[in-house]
């Protein structure tokens, strides 16, 4: 059974950092495309980063610079540093894997970027 569990959301002020992690079991990251989305309320689901199996990285336009996704093979777990955050941020933040064909979803961590 594949489970994604994520963590480390949480409040955090304008121009703060927070670091989010994925950890994966029933799959190996080592062999899938890993990926964050987020979904702020009201709003539709939209891509952030992706890290392939080879550790190839690509960003959406509006956190390049700012968000960093990295993968630990070992610990079987992947991640998402986010720096200078602005409130436009604030979303629930999901993990996604794509192992073969198939798309498994976390259940998401809520980022709130607030003063």
């Known amino acids: 059974q594949v489970q994604l569990v994520e963590s480390g959301g949480g409040l955090v002020q304008p121009g703060g950092s927070l670091g989010l992690s994925c950890a994966a079991s029933g799959l190996r990251i080592s062999s899938s495309a890993m990926s964050w989305y987020r979904q702020a309320p009201g709003k539709e689901r939209e891509f952030v980063a992706r890290i392939t199996s080879i550790g190839s990285t690509n960003y959406a336009d509006f956190v390049k610079g700012r968000f960093t996704i990295s993968k630990d093979n070992a610990k079987n777990t992947v991640y998402l540093q986010m720096n200078s955050l602005k409130p436009e941020d604030t979303a629930t933040y999901f993990c996604?894997?794509?192992?073969?064909?198939?798309?498994?979803w976390g259940q998401g961590t809520q980022v709130i970027v607030s003063s």
């Open positions: 996604r894997a794509l192992y073969g064909a198939v798309v498994y």
